[in-house]
């Protein structure tokens, strides 16, 4: 899933959030204030897709948007913290371009394609399922048991997928469409499991520039490859699209991203994950009120199937990371 991502309901990789400090305990205005900036704008970012895409074609767009947030926020944040000890150096440059074709090319890209044939609630939906696919990469490549609570997750949310996407019935989907948005979480999941075995940049703001300007490179590859520059004319382009374009650059990945984090520094973890299942509300409710895509019976009842399955494994990860409190020390007898 926007951010460095539209994947809004999916779990930021760990790349990105290494060297954040320890979460606060406090939950005052301000962070509830970035609570609600995240939740809303990433929330957002799939309905700024849908505009955009009307009038600019989906790799250009993909193309602007990352290198034009990418320079700017790698202008602003590789003069900041450790400039010395945390230079980005070829091997950084390197291992942040396999982690951007991952998790921006392929998963953003996966979301960008999808919403030409899917309602837009429905590949947020799609897209929450990045922690599913998170937890199943862990244990298929490399080996790492799960806790019962995460095996839940996943059977209870892949049963809610294949309701989405196979069930009959009316609201049955496009099925390239929904080929594609599964195809994004896949990706983003592979990417971000990856981080831990890659050399990145410690300053999580400098690693995020990095892999942006990566995918805006690939995205304009597959832009000139495709022969969309060949197709495009600028008067052909609505005002509407740039607008949505400049929304995606500056709220969804500038704006977005830093307020997040932000929270990671400020606030508790378990706090900050509540964004991987309120953003696809928020998509799906942004998608009915302002294009009018129809809420189906479907869509609420494998919504809440697939948002419960991401809830339960986000709270088997928390307790995971939460480190066990110290023993207490038993007075010896006198």
């Not at 929904?178 to 400098?206: D, E, K, M, Y």
């Not at 995606?248 to 994950?273: C, D, E, N």
Request: glycine share 12%.
């Amino acid at each position: 899933m926007a951010t460095v991502r539209d994947l809004g309901a999916a779990e930021l990789p760990q790349s990105l959030t290494q060297s954040a400090g320890r979460p606060g305990s406090g939950t005052d205005v301000r962070v509830w204030l970035g609570l609600v900036t995240v939740y809303l704008l990433w929330g957002s970012t799939y309905l700024g897709i849908k505009y955009s895409i009307e009038t600019i074609p989906p790799f250009l767009m993909g193309s602007l948007r990352f290198l034009v947030a990418g320079g700017v926020l790698y202008l602003l944040a590789v003069r900041r913290g450790d400039t010395v000890g945390d230079r980005p150096r070829a091997a950084q440059w390197r291992a942040t371009l396999l982690i951007g074709a991952a998790l921006l090319v392929g998963g953003n890209g996966g979301v960008i394609l999808a919403e030409q044939y899917i309602p837009t609630g429905v590949a947020a939906l799609l897209v929450a399922t990045s922690p599913l696919w998170m937890a199943l990469l862990d244990r298929v490549i490399f080996g790492r048991r799960l806790p019962a609570l995460v095996i839940v997750g996943l059977v209870v949310g892949f049963s809610g997928v294949a309701f989405l996407i196979g069930a009959p019935g009316p609201g049955r989907l496009n099925l390239i469409g929904a080929i594609f948005a599964i195809g994004a979480p896949i990706c983003w999941a592979t990417g971000s499991v990856f981080t831990r075995h890659v050399r990145l940049p410690r300053r999580p703001l400098v690693a995020a520039s990095m892999e942006m300007l990566w995918a805006g490179v690939f995205f304009a590859v597959a832009s000139v490859l495709s022969g969309e520059l060949g197709r495009v004319h600028l008067q052909s382009i609505s005002r509407t699209s740039v607008v949505a374009l400049a929304y995606l650059i500056t709220f969804g990945s500038l704006v977005g991203f830093s307020a997040y984090v932000w929270l990671l520094r400020a606030a508790p973890l378990s706090l900050v994950s509540t964004y991987a299942y309120v953003n696809p509300v928020v998509a799906v409710v942004l998608g009915a009120v302002f294009i009018g895509e129809a809420l189906t019976l479907r869509t609420v009842v494998a919504g809440g199937i697939i948002l419960s399955a991401v809830a339960l494994i986000v709270i088997a990860r928390n307790r995971a990371a939460t480190p066990a409190p110290a023993p207490r020390a038993v007075p010896s007898r006198p």
